[in-house]
Structure formats: C-alpha cells, structure tokens
C-alpha cells in the first residue's frame, strides 16, 4: 500500500516569493492535516480537514497561508508572499475517520523542506 | 490549550535499556501517542495509550498513568538505529473533535 505521497521534497525560494505543496493521503483515509516542523521541535498542526471540510484551521495564518481539498483527496498549500521565517518542514499526514475506528493514527509523509531566503 | 514536556536529549548504550519519559496537562484526555523520527524523516507511529498500564510491542513498550498524567516509552536491546527523536502527542477531546498535539521530542542517541 502507498504511503501518503508529498512534493516537492525541497524548495528553495526568495522571501516575497509564493509557493506550493502538494499533498496525496493515503486511499480511503478521509481525515488530512498539514503540519509545520520547526528544527528540534514537534509537528505543529496548521489545519485539518475531514473530506473536503477544514474542521480546524485554528493555527493557519491566514493572512499568508491557505490551503484547499477539492474532492477530499489531494490537498494543495500555499504560502504569499513567503517570509523568512516560513523556513521549515511541512509535513502532511492523513488518517481513517476517527468515528470508524478506535484509534486515529497518523500517518506521514516525508515532508517538504522549504528554504526562504 | 495542552503542556507537554519532555527531555531534549538523551544517550544511553548499545544493548541498554532506556526510558523516555513524557508528562503532559490537559483536560479532555482521550488516548497518547509515540511516534519515532529519525534525522531528515517523517514521523513513524510506534504505539498508542488511552488505558492504565503497559503497552509492549516487541523491543518498544509504552506506559500510561492518566492519574498522573505520566507516560514513558521503554526501549530494550538498545540499537545503533534506534538513534532517533521520539515525540509523544496528546489526544484531546476538543469540542466534538478529536486533536492531537505533538510535544517537542526526546532526541536520543545511541552510543557504541
């Protein structure tokens, strides 16, 4: 079975600059999220969807970020203008709907290093 | 909001046995998580508490006090590719929904 697929794997961009993510779930996982990783420190959820429906996207800036799930599967985000400070990893995990099993393991993909110069 | 808290790093020995302990305040507590991460990589799942008590899954076993809001990951037989971060998450219960909320991660590393 395929994991959950990411591109690109690295990004190197200019500051002001946009850019995207690209994001395949794992099939028939309904619930996606994309995340931020700072060096040394744990994920930080950026937003969540459960099919096409962003559940929580309490911790997206939105004035920069935005992200969109058209048909539940793929899902794209996006930074602009990008700053310096955006530098990070995005990772991107999906899993089956919660109310379906017991437990909602995350599943990851390997991330995309973006790079803001 | 969650506080999670774990060591930074840790080092133990090749064939040691090591403990990572992670303690967490939050309410609304409905299960945690350990995941392992190694340099460059994604997040794996290693295993999953809601329940007092131990958790074994061949060399990895995790721990739950909900009491005391304490849980510790337990490694035997130690190996050179268990070098890795392990985080543990939280569960939450949040208005309807279930989240997860990541702590920073116990980088550990294995020595000769």
């Given at each position: 079975e395929a994991g959950v697929v990411q591109s690109p794997r690295y990004k190197i961009i200019e500051k002001k600059q946009p850019v995207a993510f690209w994001c395949n779930p794992i099939s028939g996982h309904n619930t996606l999220y994309w995340y931020l990783q700072n060096l040394g420190q744990g994920p930080e959820l950026l937003i969540r969807y459960e099919n096409e429906e962003a559940?929580?996207?309490?911790?997206?800036?939105k004035d920069r970020f935005s992200a969109e799930r058209l048909k539940g599967v793929d899902s794209t985000l996006k930074i602009q203008?990008?700053?310096?400070?955006?530098s990070a990893v995005y990772l991107c995990a999906s899993s089956l709907d919660p109310g379906q099993q017991v437990t909602d393991t995350q599943y990851f993909g390997p991330g995309t290093r973006l790079t803001v110069l | 909001g969650q506080n999670i808290d774990q060591p930074t790093e840790m080092t133990a020995t090749e064939g040691a046995i090591v403990q990572i302990n992670c303690t967490y305040q939050t309410s609304g507590f409905n299960g945690l998580f350990w995941y392992q991460q190694h340099a460059g990589e994604a997040p794996t799942f290693l295993s999953y508490n809601v329940l007092d008590g131990l958790e074994e899954k061949g060399r990895f076993s995790s721990f739950l006090s909900r009491s005391k809001g304490y849980s510790y990951l337990l490694l035997k037989?130690?190996?050179?590719?268990?070098s890795a971060s392990y985080l543990c998450a939280v569960r939450v219960d949040s208005g309807g929904y279930q989240k997860v909320t990541f702590g920073t991660g116990t980088k550990l590393q294995v020595i000769p």
């Open positions: 559940v929580d996207d309490s911790q997206l800036p203008p990008a700053e310096l400070g955006d | 037989e130690l190996q050179m590719k268990d």
